[in-house]
Protein backbone atom coordinates (compact mmCIF):
# COMPACT_ATOMS: atom_id res chain seq x y z
CA UNK A 1 0.00 0.00 0.00
CA UNK A 2 2.36 2.85 -1.32
CA UNK A 3 5.89 3.99 -0.60
CA UNK A 4 6.47 2.82 3.58
CA UNK A 5 9.52 5.93 3.27
CA UNK A 6 6.30 8.17 1.80
CA UNK A 7 4.40 7.40 4.72
CA UNK A 8 6.81 7.44 7.53
CA UNK A 9 7.81 11.17 6.04
CA UNK A 10 4.55 12.34 6.08
CA UNK A 11 3.38 10.82 9.60
CA UNK A 12 6.23 12.33 10.96
CA UNK A 13 6.29 15.99 9.45
CA UNK A 14 2.44 16.21 9.97
CA UNK A 15 2.47 15.31 13.82
CA UNK A 16 5.14 17.94 13.94
CA UNK A 17 3.18 20.88 12.64
CA UNK A 18 0.17 19.83 14.42
CA UNK A 19 2.11 19.38 18.03
CA UNK A 20 3.04 23.06 17.22
CA UNK A 21 -0.32 24.18 16.71
CA UNK A 22 1.24 25.31 13.35
CA UNK A 23 -0.77 23.12 11.28
CA UNK A 24 -3.06 25.55 8.99
CA UNK A 25 -7.08 24.11 9.06
CA UNK A 26 -7.98 25.51 5.79
CA UNK A 27 -12.05 27.23 6.04
CA UNK A 28 -14.48 26.72 3.49
CA UNK A 29 -16.41 29.40 2.25
CA UNK A 30 -20.36 28.59 1.25
CA UNK A 31 -21.12 30.65 -1.60
CA UNK A 32 -18.51 33.63 -2.79
CA UNK A 33 -15.92 35.43 -1.36
CA UNK A 34 -17.55 38.34 -1.09
CA UNK A 35 -17.48 41.46 1.69
CA UNK A 36 -19.50 38.88 3.73
CA UNK A 37 -18.87 35.43 4.09
CA UNK A 38 -20.65 32.09 5.27
CA UNK A 39 -17.70 30.07 7.25
CA UNK A 40 -19.46 26.88 9.14
CA UNK A 41 -22.89 28.32 9.16
CA UNK A 42 -21.89 31.36 10.30
CA UNK A 43 -21.82 35.12 8.73
CA UNK A 44 -18.61 36.73 8.91
CA UNK A 45 -17.73 40.24 7.66
CA UNK A 46 -14.57 39.25 5.19
CA UNK A 47 -11.15 41.30 5.98
CA UNK A 48 -8.74 38.55 4.28
CA UNK A 49 -9.59 38.17 0.54
CA UNK A 50 -7.61 40.06 -2.10
CA UNK A 51 -10.85 40.92 -3.90
CA UNK A 52 -9.77 44.65 -3.24
CA UNK A 53 -12.26 46.22 -5.57
CA UNK A 54 -15.38 43.37 -5.09
CA UNK A 55 -14.79 42.67 -8.37
CA UNK A 56 -15.16 38.65 -8.49
CA UNK A 57 -18.81 39.28 -7.96
CA UNK A 58 -19.40 42.12 -10.35
CA UNK A 59 -22.58 40.87 -12.40
CA UNK A 60 -20.42 42.93 -15.17
CA UNK A 61 -17.39 40.40 -14.94
CA UNK A 62 -20.11 37.20 -14.48
CA UNK A 63 -22.03 38.26 -17.52
CA UNK A 64 -18.98 38.38 -19.55
CA UNK A 65 -17.83 34.96 -18.25
CA UNK A 66 -21.27 33.46 -19.04
CA UNK A 67 -21.23 35.05 -22.76
CA UNK A 68 -17.50 33.77 -23.44
CA UNK A 69 -18.46 30.52 -21.96
CA UNK A 70 -21.05 29.58 -24.03
CA UNK A 71 -19.18 31.03 -27.40
CA UNK A 72 -16.00 29.47 -26.51
CA UNK A 73 -16.42 26.58 -24.44
CA UNK A 74 -14.67 25.97 -20.87
CA UNK A 75 -11.54 25.47 -21.65
CA UNK A 76 -8.67 26.88 -24.37
CA UNK A 77 -8.14 23.16 -25.54
CA UNK A 78 -4.44 23.24 -25.50
CA UNK A 79 -1.23 25.63 -24.62
CA UNK A 80 -1.08 29.13 -26.14
CA UNK A 81 1.95 28.42 -28.45
CA UNK A 82 -0.39 24.79 -30.14
CA UNK A 83 -3.66 26.30 -30.75
CA UNK A 84 -4.85 27.20 -27.11
CA UNK A 85 -4.71 31.25 -28.39
CA UNK A 86 -7.92 32.42 -28.80
CA UNK A 87 -8.74 35.91 -30.52
CA UNK A 88 -10.38 36.64 -26.64
CA UNK A 89 -6.84 35.92 -25.26
CA UNK A 90 -5.02 38.17 -27.83
CA UNK A 91 -7.70 40.42 -26.72
CA UNK A 92 -7.16 40.49 -23.16
CA UNK A 93 -3.22 41.70 -24.06
CA UNK A 94 -3.76 44.24 -25.88
CA UNK A 95 -6.39 45.91 -24.20
CA UNK A 96 -3.62 45.03 -20.67
CA UNK A 97 -0.45 46.37 -22.98
CA UNK A 98 -3.03 50.33 -23.11
CA UNK A 99 -3.60 50.07 -19.70
CA UNK A 100 -0.31 49.80 -18.69
CA UNK A 101 0.75 51.89 -21.35
CA UNK A 102 3.59 49.77 -22.53
CA UNK A 103 4.40 48.37 -26.02
CA UNK A 104 3.08 45.25 -25.53
CA UNK A 105 1.50 42.35 -23.00
CA UNK A 106 2.00 38.79 -22.27
CA UNK A 107 -0.56 36.50 -19.86
CA UNK A 108 0.16 33.74 -17.94
CA UNK A 109 -1.96 31.33 -15.79
CA UNK A 110 -1.42 33.17 -12.44
CA UNK A 111 0.55 35.81 -11.06
CA UNK A 112 2.87 32.95 -9.86
CA UNK A 113 3.40 31.32 -13.31
CA UNK A 114 4.56 35.30 -13.90
CA UNK A 115 7.56 34.74 -11.74
CA UNK A 116 8.16 31.47 -12.50
CA UNK A 117 8.52 32.16 -15.98
CA UNK A 118 9.86 35.68 -16.73
CA UNK A 119 12.86 35.96 -14.69
CA UNK A 120 14.50 32.80 -15.75
CA UNK A 121 13.51 33.24 -19.48
CA UNK A 122 16.44 36.20 -19.15
CA UNK A 123 18.41 35.59 -16.13
CA UNK A 124 20.83 32.62 -15.98
CA UNK A 125 23.64 31.73 -13.79
CA UNK A 126 26.01 33.69 -15.23
CA UNK A 127 23.66 36.92 -13.77
CA UNK A 128 23.09 38.52 -10.72
CA UNK A 129 19.29 39.43 -9.12
CA UNK A 130 19.16 41.96 -5.91
CA UNK A 131 16.28 41.18 -4.36
CA UNK A 132 14.33 42.57 -1.73
CA UNK A 133 14.27 41.13 1.71
CA UNK A 134 10.37 40.78 1.85
CA UNK A 135 10.16 39.44 -1.71
CA UNK A 136 7.11 37.41 -1.87
CA UNK A 137 7.75 33.26 -2.40
CA UNK A 138 6.81 33.22 -5.76
CA UNK A 139 9.83 35.83 -6.47
CA UNK A 140 12.17 34.14 -4.50
CA UNK A 141 11.29 30.46 -6.42
CA UNK A 142 11.62 32.60 -9.64
CA UNK A 143 14.70 33.48 -9.28
CA UNK A 144 16.06 30.51 -7.44
CA UNK A 145 14.76 28.32 -10.75
CA UNK A 146 16.78 30.70 -12.90
CA UNK A 147 20.45 29.64 -11.70
CA UNK A 148 21.47 33.10 -11.02
CA UNK A 149 23.54 34.53 -7.78
CA UNK A 150 20.49 35.82 -5.47
CA UNK A 151 21.99 38.94 -3.34
CA UNK A 152 19.17 39.91 -0.55
CA UNK A 153 19.21 43.43 0.02
CA UNK A 154 17.71 44.64 3.48
CA UNK A 155 13.65 45.62 2.96
CA UNK A 156 13.58 49.25 1.08
CA UNK A 157 16.89 49.92 2.21
CA UNK A 158 18.00 52.50 -0.46
CA UNK A 159 21.83 52.57 0.31
CA UNK A 160 21.69 48.68 1.24
CA UNK A 161 20.77 48.85 -2.63
CA UNK A 162 23.02 50.67 -4.03
CA UNK A 163 25.90 49.39 -1.79
CA UNK A 164 25.11 45.54 -3.26
CA UNK A 165 24.52 47.22 -7.17
CA UNK A 166 27.69 48.64 -6.93
CA UNK A 167 29.45 45.73 -5.75
CA UNK A 168 28.07 43.25 -8.14
CA UNK A 169 28.78 45.58 -11.10
CA UNK A 170 32.41 46.56 -10.06
CA UNK A 171 32.94 42.98 -9.10
CA UNK A 172 32.91 41.71 -13.03
CA UNK A 173 31.53 38.79 -12.34
CA UNK A 174 28.20 39.23 -13.94
CA UNK A 175 26.47 39.39 -17.20
CA UNK A 176 23.35 41.32 -16.69
CA UNK A 177 22.01 42.11 -13.02
CA UNK A 178 18.41 42.29 -11.77
CA UNK A 179 17.00 44.60 -9.41
CA UNK A 180 13.54 42.80 -8.02
CA UNK A 181 10.76 44.11 -5.56
CA UNK A 182 7.19 43.91 -4.98
CA UNK A 183 4.82 46.94 -5.70
CA UNK A 184 3.24 46.98 -2.94
CA UNK A 185 4.54 44.42 0.02
CA UNK A 186 2.09 42.40 1.30
CA UNK A 187 2.38 42.11 4.81
CA UNK A 188 2.69 45.47 5.83
CA UNK A 189 1.24 47.27 2.75
CA UNK A 190 4.23 49.89 2.30
CA UNK A 191 5.06 50.56 -1.25
CA UNK A 192 8.46 50.54 -2.78
CA UNK A 193 10.77 53.05 -3.41
CA UNK A 194 10.70 53.09 -7.03
CA UNK A 195 11.60 56.24 -8.13
CA UNK A 196 14.95 55.40 -6.09
CA UNK A 197 15.34 52.04 -7.12
CA UNK A 198 14.89 52.91 -11.06
CA UNK A 199 17.79 55.70 -10.52
CA UNK A 200 20.12 53.31 -8.74
CA UNK A 201 19.29 50.80 -12.00
CA UNK A 202 20.22 53.70 -14.23
CA UNK A 203 23.33 54.34 -12.88
CA UNK A 204 24.41 50.67 -12.42
CA UNK A 205 22.67 48.89 -15.75
CA UNK A 206 20.58 47.03 -13.97
CA UNK A 207 16.91 45.21 -15.51
CA UNK A 208 13.73 46.60 -13.45
CA UNK A 209 11.42 44.36 -12.50
CA UNK A 210 8.43 45.05 -10.77
CA UNK A 211 5.62 42.53 -8.91
CA UNK A 212 2.99 44.67 -8.71
CA UNK A 213 0.36 41.52 -7.27
CA UNK A 214 -0.78 44.12 -4.78
CA UNK A 215 -0.54 47.41 -6.82
CA UNK A 216 -2.44 45.98 -9.49
CA UNK A 217 -6.29 47.90 -9.35
CA UNK A 218 -5.10 49.37 -6.48
CA UNK A 219 -2.06 52.06 -7.67
CA UNK A 220 -2.12 54.71 -9.89
CA UNK A 221 -4.75 55.94 -9.40
CA UNK A 222 -6.49 54.38 -12.26
CA UNK A 223 -5.50 50.63 -10.66
CA UNK A 224 -2.94 50.86 -13.57
CA UNK A 225 -0.52 50.01 -10.61
CA UNK A 226 3.87 51.46 -9.85
CA UNK A 227 4.52 52.62 -12.65
CA UNK A 228 1.83 55.12 -12.81
CA UNK A 229 1.59 55.64 -9.59
CA UNK A 230 5.35 56.56 -9.69
CA UNK A 231 5.44 58.83 -12.96
CA UNK A 232 7.76 56.15 -14.23
CA UNK A 233 5.76 55.24 -17.35
CA UNK A 234 8.67 53.35 -19.56
CA UNK A 235 11.17 53.39 -17.10
CA UNK A 236 10.85 49.81 -15.80
CA UNK A 237 11.61 46.43 -18.04
CA UNK A 238 9.21 44.02 -15.99
CA UNK A 239 6.10 45.16 -14.47
CA UNK A 240 4.39 42.02 -13.23
CA UNK A 241 0.38 42.09 -13.12
CA UNK A 242 -2.29 39.56 -11.27
CA UNK A 243 -5.57 38.92 -12.47
CA UNK A 244 -6.23 37.04 -9.51
CA UNK A 245 -6.35 39.96 -6.98
CA UNK A 246 -7.83 43.27 -7.66
CA UNK A 247 -9.21 42.16 -10.86
CA UNK A 248 -11.38 39.64 -9.11
CA UNK A 249 -10.36 36.71 -11.90
CA UNK A 250 -7.29 34.67 -12.08
CA UNK A 251 -4.02 34.34 -14.18
CA UNK A 252 -1.07 37.00 -14.49
CA UNK A 253 0.58 39.30 -16.75
CA UNK A 254 4.08 40.71 -17.70
CA UNK A 255 4.18 44.16 -19.57
CA UNK A 256 7.28 45.32 -20.82
CA UNK A 257 8.73 46.21 -24.72
CA UNK A 258 7.60 44.45 -27.78
CA UNK A 259 11.00 42.60 -27.51
CA UNK A 260 10.75 41.01 -24.11
CA UNK A 261 7.21 40.13 -24.29
CA UNK A 262 8.22 38.44 -28.08
CA UNK A 263 10.99 36.94 -25.96
CA UNK A 264 8.57 35.79 -23.17
CA UNK A 265 6.46 33.95 -25.99
CA UNK A 266 9.51 31.51 -27.17
CA UNK A 267 11.45 30.91 -23.53
CA UNK A 268 8.83 31.68 -20.63
CA UNK A 269 8.08 27.61 -19.67
CA UNK A 270 4.72 28.23 -17.71
CA UNK A 271 3.48 29.81 -21.26
CA UNK A 272 4.80 27.27 -23.24
CA UNK A 273 3.65 24.37 -21.21
CA UNK A 274 0.57 24.80 -19.52
CA UNK A 275 -2.75 25.43 -20.72
CA UNK A 276 -3.57 28.79 -21.41
CA UNK A 277 -6.68 30.69 -18.93
CA UNK A 278 -10.29 29.47 -19.62
CA UNK A 279 -12.44 31.88 -21.81
CA UNK A 280 -14.40 32.73 -19.46
CA UNK A 281 -11.69 34.03 -17.08
CA UNK A 282 -10.30 35.82 -20.72
CA UNK A 283 -13.55 37.69 -20.84
CA UNK A 284 -14.20 38.42 -17.17
CA UNK A 285 -10.79 40.21 -16.95
CA UNK A 286 -11.44 41.76 -20.15
CA UNK A 287 -14.47 43.21 -18.83
CA UNK A 288 -12.96 44.39 -15.59
CA UNK A 289 -9.99 46.65 -17.45
CA UNK A 290 -13.24 48.32 -19.19
CA UNK A 291 -14.69 48.78 -16.07
CA UNK A 292 -11.09 50.26 -14.86
CA UNK A 293 -10.70 52.61 -17.83
CA UNK A 294 -14.49 53.88 -17.28
CA UNK A 295 -14.49 55.14 -13.50
CA UNK A 296 -12.22 55.49 -10.86
CA UNK A 297 -14.90 54.74 -8.50
CA UNK A 298 -13.88 51.52 -7.62
CA UNK A 299 -10.54 52.24 -6.65
CA UNK A 300 -11.30 55.46 -4.61
CA UNK A 301 -13.62 53.28 -2.86
CA UNK A 302 -11.17 50.68 -1.60
CA UNK A 303 -9.15 53.46 -0.38
CA UNK A 304 -11.71 55.38 1.24
CA UNK A 305 -13.02 52.13 3.35
CA UNK A 306 -8.86 51.39 3.68
CA UNK A 307 -8.65 54.81 5.25
CA UNK A 308 -11.63 54.80 7.59
CA UNK A 309 -10.82 51.19 8.99
CA UNK A 310 -7.50 52.69 9.23
CA UNK A 311 -8.06 55.91 11.12
CA UNK A 312 -11.10 53.56 13.38
CA UNK A 313 -7.88 51.10 14.82
CA UNK A 314 -6.01 53.89 15.40
CA UNK A 315 -8.20 55.91 17.36
CA UNK A 316 -9.10 52.62 19.36
CA UNK A 317 -5.40 52.65 20.33
CA UNK A 318 -4.18 49.65 17.64
CA UNK A 319 -0.48 49.81 16.62
CA UNK A 320 -1.55 49.59 12.58
CA UNK A 321 2.08 49.40 11.59
CA UNK A 322 3.22 51.72 8.35
CA UNK A 323 0.83 51.12 5.75
CA UNK A 324 0.60 53.06 2.86
CA UNK A 325 -1.82 51.00 0.96
CA UNK A 326 -5.59 49.51 1.98
CA UNK A 327 -3.77 46.78 3.03
CA UNK A 328 -4.17 47.33 7.07
CA UNK A 329 -2.03 45.13 9.50
CA UNK A 330 -3.11 45.13 13.35
CA UNK A 331 0.30 44.86 14.93
CA UNK A 332 -0.13 42.46 18.69
CA UNK A 333 3.50 41.54 18.59
CA UNK A 334 3.17 37.65 20.15
CA UNK A 335 2.34 35.19 17.74
CA UNK A 336 -0.24 33.03 20.32
CA UNK A 337 -1.66 36.66 21.12
CA UNK A 338 -2.54 37.67 17.41
CA UNK A 339 -3.85 34.12 16.70
CA UNK A 340 -6.37 34.10 19.58
CA UNK A 341 -6.87 37.48 18.35
CA UNK A 342 -7.93 36.38 15.15
CA UNK A 343 -10.01 33.25 16.60
CA UNK A 344 -11.56 35.77 19.00
CA UNK A 345 -12.66 38.43 16.33
CA UNK A 346 -14.34 35.42 14.52
CA UNK A 347 -16.47 34.65 17.68
CA UNK A 348 -17.74 38.41 17.04
CA UNK A 349 -18.25 38.28 13.67
CA UNK A 350 -15.27 39.59 12.17
CA UNK A 351 -12.86 37.20 9.91
CA UNK A 352 -9.29 38.66 9.84
CA UNK A 353 -6.47 36.42 9.79
CA UNK A 354 -3.33 36.24 12.21
CA UNK A 355 0.23 36.02 10.32
CA UNK A 356 3.33 34.69 12.41
CA UNK A 357 7.22 34.29 11.68
CA UNK A 358 7.80 33.33 9.47
CA UNK A 359 5.74 35.18 7.15
CA UNK A 360 6.59 37.95 9.10
CA UNK A 361 9.38 38.95 11.64
CA UNK A 362 9.12 37.62 15.17
CA UNK A 363 7.64 39.52 17.68
CA UNK A 364 5.60 41.31 15.00
CA UNK A 365 2.54 38.72 14.53
CA UNK A 366 -0.20 40.47 13.10
CA UNK A 367 -3.95 40.63 12.05
CA UNK A 368 -4.31 41.61 8.70
CA UNK A 369 -6.79 43.39 7.31
CA UNK A 370 -7.71 44.04 3.57
CA UNK A 371 -10.81 46.15 3.06
CA UNK A 372 -12.46 45.87 -0.02
CA UNK A 373 -14.70 48.91 -2.27
CA UNK A 374 -17.66 45.89 -1.74
CA UNK A 375 -18.00 46.77 1.81
CA UNK A 376 -20.10 49.24 3.36
CA UNK A 377 -19.88 51.67 6.33
CA UNK A 378 -21.51 49.56 8.52
CA UNK A 379 -19.90 46.50 7.77
CA UNK A 380 -16.70 48.45 8.69
CA UNK A 381 -18.16 49.72 11.55
CA UNK A 382 -19.16 46.62 12.77
CA UNK A 383 -16.00 44.95 12.38
CA UNK A 384 -14.59 48.23 14.03
CA UNK A 385 -16.72 46.83 17.30
CA UNK A 386 -15.59 43.51 17.16
CA UNK A 387 -12.02 45.06 16.88
CA UNK A 388 -12.79 47.17 20.13
CA UNK A 389 -14.58 44.60 22.41
CA UNK A 390 -11.37 41.81 21.62
CA UNK A 391 -8.94 44.50 21.96
CA UNK A 392 -10.46 45.26 25.45
CA UNK A 393 -10.76 41.51 26.45
CA UNK A 394 -7.19 40.84 25.66
CA UNK A 395 -5.89 43.60 27.03
CA UNK A 396 -4.53 44.68 23.51
CA UNK A 397 -6.17 48.17 24.09
CA UNK A 398 -7.67 50.72 27.05
C1 LIG B 1 -0.27 36.98 -4.72
C2 LIG B 1 1.01 37.27 -5.31
C3 LIG B 1 1.47 36.56 -6.43
C4 LIG B 1 0.69 35.42 -7.01
O1 LIG B 1 -0.37 35.86 -7.81
P1 LIG B 1 -1.47 34.82 -8.27
O2 LIG B 1 -2.09 35.43 -9.47
O3 LIG B 1 -2.41 34.61 -7.13
O4 LIG B 1 -0.73 33.55 -8.62
C5 LIG B 1 2.67 36.92 -7.00
N1 LIG B 1 3.41 37.92 -6.47
C6 LIG B 1 3.02 38.61 -5.40
C7 LIG B 1 3.87 39.73 -4.89
C8 LIG B 1 1.81 38.31 -4.77
O5 LIG B 1 1.42 39.00 -3.71
Not at 368 to 389: G, S, V
Request: net charge negative; charged share 25%.
Amino acid sequence: MGSKALQKYLTENLEDLRSKGLYNEIDTIKGSNGPVIEINGKRLINLSSNNYLGLATNPRLIEAGIKATEKYGVGAGAVRTINGTLDIHDELEAKLAKFKHSEAVIVFQSGFNCNMGAISAVMTKKDAILSDALNHASIIDGCRLSGAKIIRFEHSDMEDLRAKAKEAKESGLYEKIMVITDGVFSMDGDIALMPEIVKIAEEFDLITYVDDAHASGVLGGDGSGSATHHNLIGKIDFQIGTLSKAIGVVGGYVAGSKDLIDWLKVRARPFLFSTSITPAAAAACIEAINILTESDELVKKVWENGNYLKKGLKDLGFDIGHSETPITPCIIGDADKAQEFSRELRKEGVYAKSIVFPTVPLGTARVRNMPTAAHTKEMLDQALAAYATVGRRLGIIK
